[in-house]
Each structure stands twice: as structure tokens, then as C-alpha cells.
């Protein structure tokens, strides 16, 4: 499809979208982006989302970019499941770049998603510098880490469980979503998934392996690790490229590492890791697994702060009056925080902040996977008392490290 050129000096403006405008969504989507999308994708995009959620901006009544929201339970902190809205697909066209398009389609959206109720918004970012503006603090880290299996040595204290086995697609599909749907329900950042996602990763297109081979399964009773196989020809080094490992309990962990290490004939291994993962520390070899990237993956922003703030669990007491400043959606206070056996109350209050912070920094520091101290050291949190920071530090801290369960 083609659309006729507006000019590039009318205004935008926003609209929700109808089922007609879906080509246009993607088309604009395919060029911000620069990727072809295949049929698997447009068909997961439009089961995720309803064309009600999608937000258009227009010029002389053309798209010229898009927005819009999904929903899903994400797991905080403690393990209570949140409704929340997952902000994807957002891009504006190239001849309609810096003039408030984006602005105006997510302050239209940010509309639409507090009149649902749900107290967070999450998206993954293409570039750190976009978000924050809108409330939105970088949630998870996640490390790119890669190592040379041939000198994986397990320290003698380190468990070999076993009980890993290699499994087929068939199979997998009809095991894996069970192991995640446990899994998410432990880990904060985690999301349930949709059957429609599943069917996009079963599909497993060819266009988005980047030349290496169809998905391989290995199954544990409690965990799961999905890889391809790259390289290995034209004097490349084989290597196994590990998509998703999912362990629920830390015997399930360990199995799934000891079997990828055992995959002879190929030389590294790449996966992710979040940066509390305990494999380096279960090799002989300290060094051995490099990280050679870190991402910042799942964005967050806190909707409703009282709503947030008591669905998680702390680590210790806390009573504090904290000023959250959020500009974009003008919704900002001054709140009573009160953390008493890990359960918090959090009511508006007139008295005088002890602890000032943005939005942003809020999200950053929701789900444990930030600290108090490290955005205190930034000059992004600052209190009179150096002990309100150390105190928000502690409680802020989680049982398990913050991960996104899947990209959206
Ligand atoms: C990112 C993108 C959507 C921005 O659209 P836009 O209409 O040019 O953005 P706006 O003019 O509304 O800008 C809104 C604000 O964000 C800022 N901004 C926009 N793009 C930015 C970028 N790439 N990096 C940093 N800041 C950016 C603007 O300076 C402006 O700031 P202000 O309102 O505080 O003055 C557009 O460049 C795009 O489609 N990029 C390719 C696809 C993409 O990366 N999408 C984001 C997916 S997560």
C-alpha cells in the first residue's frame, strides 16, 4: 500500500484507529523499524492488541505514526500479578519526525490507559533517551554474556541434578507453557503469556533466526532452555545461541546449563543472564563467562502510585513521606509510605516530603532491580537525611532479580 504525501507543516492530529487503518499501522511500523514483517508477526500483532487500543496520528487526515497498548499480568515484587498495559508498535514517519507526533499519540494512549485502571505501563525501548520524558525508568538489566563451553569446568560443590531431556516442537509446545506459567508467577517483570505468543514462537519464522537454525528444546521437569545452532561453516565457529532459559527451581538451573554444556561440536555459547545469576560462580573459571553487552529491557512506569506501592512486598520496615514529580501525565504527590512485615500503606498527605524523586526513578526502583542509593549518588533522589535513602535502599529490595518474561 501507499498513502498520499501530507505536508509537512500541517498539524497532527490523534485519533483511535479502525480495522481499515491496520495497513497503514503496519506499513508505517515496517519503515520505523526497517524490517518486513511476515505473516506470524502481523498475525500475533493484531491478536494482541485490539484495534481500540491502537492510536493514530494523522496529517491532512494520512497516518503518519503510530501507538499502541496491550494488556497482560506482570509479577511484582512479594508475587501479586498486576494488570498492566504493555505500550508497543510506536513510530512516526520519517517526514513527520520532531514535531510532537509522538507526544501526542502517547498522551492520547497514557489517557486511554489510566481510564482502564491499571496501575503500571511497560514497554521495551529502541533508544534510552525517549522514555523518561513520559515517566518511564528502565526496570531490568540484562546481560549479554558469551563463553567457551569446551572449558566449562563445574566446581565439585555444584549440583548435578540431571533429569534434562531433548524434546521436539510438538512436544515443547505442549510442555513449555506450563514450566513459564510457573515461572512468571515467581520472577517480578515476568508476564503471563498469551497462547498467541506461544504460537509465534512455535511458528519460529525463518526471518527472525538471522541465519541460524530452527528452535532446539531442552526440557526439565521444572525449566526449560530453547537455542539454535549458528555458524559452523565457511570457517565460522559453531555456536549455540540460547533464546530463552526458564528455571524454577535452582536444581532446574543447573541441569539446563550442564546439558547446553554438553553440546559437542559447537564452541561458544551465548545467552542471557540477569546479573545475579549464579552460573560464573558454579564454574571452576571465574572469567570464563564474559559479558559482552547490557541491556536495559523492560521500562516501567508507575500509573497509580498507591495502587503500585501496596501490591508488592518490602524488605524491611519503612516510614517515610516521599514526593513522586510525574510532569507528563500531571499526576504527581506527596505520599505517606509505611512498610510494616513487608506490607505497605501508601495514602496522599500534606506533610513535607522527606524523599524527592520522578516518576521515572520510581519505576526504575519498583520491581528491586535499581537501587535507592545508586539514583541518591545520580542526584535523581535526593532527601535532607541520608538515612531516608539508606532506609528506601532496603526496603526496596526483592526476593528474586527483576527479568522480563517476553518482548513485546
Ligand atoms: C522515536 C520516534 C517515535 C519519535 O517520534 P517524534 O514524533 O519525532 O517525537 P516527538 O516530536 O513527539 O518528540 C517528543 C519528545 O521526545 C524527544 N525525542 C523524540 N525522539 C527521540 C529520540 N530518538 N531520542 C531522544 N529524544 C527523542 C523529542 O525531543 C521530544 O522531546 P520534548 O517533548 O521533551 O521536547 C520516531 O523518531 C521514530 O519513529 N523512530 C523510529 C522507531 C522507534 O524507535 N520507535 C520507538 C519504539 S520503542
Same mark, same amino acid.
Given at each position: 500500500m501507499s498513502t498520499p504525501a501530507p505536508t509537512v507543516r500541517t498539524a497532527v492530529d490523534v485519533r483511535t484507529a479502525t480495522d481499515s487503518d491496520w495497513p497503514a499501522v503496519e506499513l508505517i511500523d515496517s519503515v520505523g523499524f526497517g524490517y518486513h514483517p511476515v505473516e506470524a508477526d502481523l498475525t500475533l500483532a493484531r491478536t494482541l492488541t485490539r484495534t481500540e487500543d491502537v492510536v493514530l496520528a494523522t496529517a491532512e487526515d494520512v497516518p503518519v505514526g503510530v501507538a499502541m497498548d496491550l494488556g497482560f499480568d506482570l509479577t511484582v515484587p512479594g508475587g501479586a500479578q498486576l494488570p498492566t498495559r504493555g505500550v508497543t508498535w510506536v513510530s512516526v514517519v520519517p517526514t513527520h519526525r520532531r514535531r510532537g507526533a509522538l507526544r501526542a499519540l502517547l498522551t492520547e494512549l497514557h489517557t486511554k490507559i489510566a481510564a482502564t485502571g491499571a496501575p503500571l505501563a511497560a514497554l521495551t525501548a &529502541?533508544? #534510552?533517551?525517549?522514555?523518561g520524558r513520559f515517566g518511564y525508568g528502565p526496570a531490568t538489566v540484562l546481560d549479554t554474556v558469551r563463553f567457551d563451553r569446551r572449558f566449562a569446568r563445574f566446581r565439585d &560443590?555444584? +549440583? !548435578? +541434578?540431571g533429569g534434562v531431556f531433548i524434546a521436539d516442537a510438538k512436544s515443547a509446545a505442549e510442555r513449555l507453557p506450563g514450566i513459564y506459567d510457573r515461572w512468571r508467577r515467581l520472577v517480578p517483570g515476568a508476564q503471563s503469556r498469551p497462547q498467541a505468543h506461544w504460537d509465534h514462537t512455535f511458528a %519460529? +519464522?525463518? #526471518?527472525?533466526r538471522e541465519g541460524a537454525s530452527a528452535l532446539f528444546f531442552l526440557v526439565h521437569p521444572d525449566g526449560y532452555a530453547t537455542f539454535r545452532r549458528a555458524g559452523g561453516s565457511g570457517g565460522k565457529e559453531a555456536a549455540t545461541v540460547v533464546d530463552e532459559l526458564v528455571a524454577v527451581t535452582p536444581d532446574a538451573h543447573i541441569a539446563l546449563w550442564r546439558a547446553l554444556c554438553g =553440546? %559437542? =561440536?559447537?564452541v561458544t555459547i551465548e545467552a542471557h543472564l540477569h546479573a545475579d545469576d549464579p552460573l560464573r560462580l558454579q564454574l571452576? %573459571?571465574? /572469567? =570464563?563467562? /564474559?559479558?559482552?553487552g547490557r541491556a536495559d529491557d523492560l521500562w516501567l512506569r508507575i500509573m497509580d502510585v498507591p495502587a503500585a506501592l501496596e501490591a508488592r512486598t518490602y524488605a524491611a520496615d519503612l516510614e517515610t513521606v516521599i514526593e513522586i514529580r510525574d +510532569?507528563? =501525565? !500531571? #499526576?504527581g504527590g506527596t505520599y505517606a509510605l509505611t512498610v510494616r512485615d513487608g506490607r505497605a500503606q501508601c495514602r496522599r498527605t500534606d506533610a513535607t516530603a522527606r524523599v524527592s524523586t520522578d516518576i521515572d526513578v520510581l519505576g526504575s526502583l519498583y520491581l528491586g532491580g535499581h537501587r535507592a542509593r545508586t539514583f541518591a549518588a545520580a542526584n535523581r533522589l535526593s532527601a535532607a537525611d541520608p538515612a531516608e535513602v539508606a532506609a528506601l535502599d532496603i526496603a526496596f529490595g526483592a526476593e528474586r532479580p527483576a527479568v522480563l518474561g517476553w518482548g513485546f
Open positions: &529502541s533508544e #534510552a533517551g525517549i522514555y &560443590s555444584t +549440583p !548435578d +541434578p %519460529d +519464522p525463518e #526471518a527472525h =553440546l %559437542d =561440536l559447537t571452576t %573459571d571465574y /572469567r =570464563l563467562v /564474559r559479558t559482552t +510532569p507528563f =501525565l !500531571d #499526576a
